[in-house]
């Protein structure tokens, strides 16, 4: 595999394995210098412009671009694909993680690129629970940060908040080469403050998401739920709720009568 040996060794599995299972404020692991070599040096230098992905948001709660066009994007990037969708890497995480069976969708619900260029954000959320057509179990993300000399004053830490939307309970700097995985559940709420940047930089990450066919205790379906934070505006809390409620509400009752979203 592409990945650093350090991760994939005995002895590095269940040093991951104790990281995962005690991490707050839910199941998480950071590893650095992820990927082997120069592999990730190439992703950086590759990484394609805003401009060729593929989808592109600009609203209340998300201002970013991301895109599952891999045709477009230098060969290396299918690598990393092909990688994180392989049986090899998906045992080896489900060894690291205990969560049996997981695989990743072949469409844009996988894999793909997350970018964003000065003053984009993501706001808190958690992710939507159920895949929109084949209804499977989301279970994992994974984050592979692509952004080379990340400064402090950039911003556009990854940030995990506690289950109650209170406080940010830790903050994680999108350095290059630096891979988050992460369990997903309905407390699982993350995301990251706006960006300052110089003129030409953005923040670059390679996506995957890993599902199974079946979930314990599920809930029913489910979109994106954004929240707003303690310190927004009254005016952003009150459209946000608003927003957020109709949008699942709407999202739900069309996939209860079979429409797909």
Known sequence: MLVNSQYTSPEGIKALQNEFNTAFPYRHIVMDNFLVGEFAQTLHDQFPSIDKLNKHYKG???????GSNFQDFHPAFTE?????MSKEFNNWLAEVTGIADIFVTDDKLGTGLHQGGDGSFL???????????LDVHRRLNMLIYLNQDWKEEYGGHLEMWDAKMTKCEKKVAPQLNRCVVFETNEISYHGYSKVSLPEG???????????????VGASGYHDTVFKAKPTDTTAKKITTSLKETT???IKAQLKKIGIKL
């Open 123 to 133: 706001d808190i959320h958690i992710d939507f629970n159920i895949h929109s057509t």
């Open 80 to 84: 990393v694909r092909n990688l994180v």
């Open 247 to 249: 949008k699942n509400f």
């Open 201 to 215: 930089l953005t923040r670059k990450s390679f996506y995957t998401y890993f599902y199974t066919k079946e979930r």
């Open 60 to 66: 209340l709660n998300e201002h970013k671009s991301e």
